[in-house]
Nanobody, 124 residues
Framework: QVQLLESGGGLVQAGGSLRLSCTAS????????TGWFRQVPGKEREFVAA????????LYADSVKGRFTISTDNTKKTRHLQMNSLKPDDTAVYYC?????????????????WGQGTQVTVSS
């Protein structure tokens, strides 16, 4: 069984930075694909970024490309989403997700494991 634990959310001013972390148990990210999604009330869950097995492929949503970076710790147990130049529109609950396929995907339906979510609030 794969379990994901998220941390790092919080309240930040526009232009600031946060780093979200997603730590996996039961499997390393050598053989897990990670997706980051965000959701606001009443809206569909939105793709943010994803990284495939061993970091071999990375996808970013156009809205965050150049500002957000996904990475893997050397332990291969934790992946991070570094969020820079945050905007109020980035405010959402952010979810870490994973699936066992080698390639990153953009749709939440393809992910089997989900973190608990962490709130990111960006104020003006």
């Amino acid at each position: 069984q794969v379990q994901l634990l998220e941390s790092g959310g919080g309240l930040v001013q526009a232009g600031g930075s946060l780093r979200l972390s997603c730590t996996a148990s039961g499997r390393t990210f050598n053989t897990l694909t990670t997706g980051w999604f965000r959701q606001v009330p009443g809206k569909e869950r939105e793709f943010v970024a994803a990284m495939g097995w061993s970091g071999g492929a990375i996808l970013y949503a156009d809205s965050v490309k150049g500002r957000f970076t996904i990475s893997t710790d050397n332990t291969k147990k934790t992946r991070h989403l570094q969020m820079n130049s945050l905007k109020p529109d980035d405010t959402a609950v952010y979810y870490c997700a994973a699936h066992l396929g080698p390639l990153p995907t953009r749709t939440p339906q393809t992910y089997d494991y989900w973190g608990q979510g962490t709130q990111v609030t960006v104020s003006s």
